[in-house]
Nanobody, 119 residues
């Protein structure tokens, strides 16, 4: 099992910044991708950004240029730096990890951290 523990959410004014962190613990061997999704009230969960072990990144179009994902492989931690936040960024942000175990790919989720952007 993999456990993902998020931190860094909170309340911020529009235009402000927040940095989310997510540490993976447990059976972490085989994790090759970590990332963030978010879910706003009444909406589906959507991709925010992801990063591979090798450092390749992928962003949702609406986050490009404002959000930066990074990871510290030695600490098994992924970060999401969020700048120029907008009220529409308000959501619960979930860390996730993809792990290859033999012929199976497993996805693990954190418990989520609330980000609220006030106008």
């Amino acid at each position: 099992q993999v456990q993902l523990v998020e931190s860094g959410g909170g309340l911020v004014q529009a235009g402000g910044s927040l940095r989310l962190s997510c540490e993976a613990t447990g059976s972490i061997f085989g994790i090759n991708l970590m990332g963030w999704h978010r879910q706003a009230p009444g909406k589906q969960r959507e991709l925010v950004a992801s990063i591979t072990t090798g450092g390749s990144t992928n962003y949702a179009d609406s986050m490009k240029g404002r959000f930066t994902i990074s990871r510290d492989n030695a600490k098994n931690t992924v970060y999401l730096q969020m700048n120029s936040l907008k009220p529409e960024d308000t959501a619960v942000y979930y860390c996730n990890a993809l792990k290859v175990a033999g012929t199976t790919t497993l996805r693990y989720w954190g418990q989520g951290t609330q980000v609220t952007v006030s106008s």
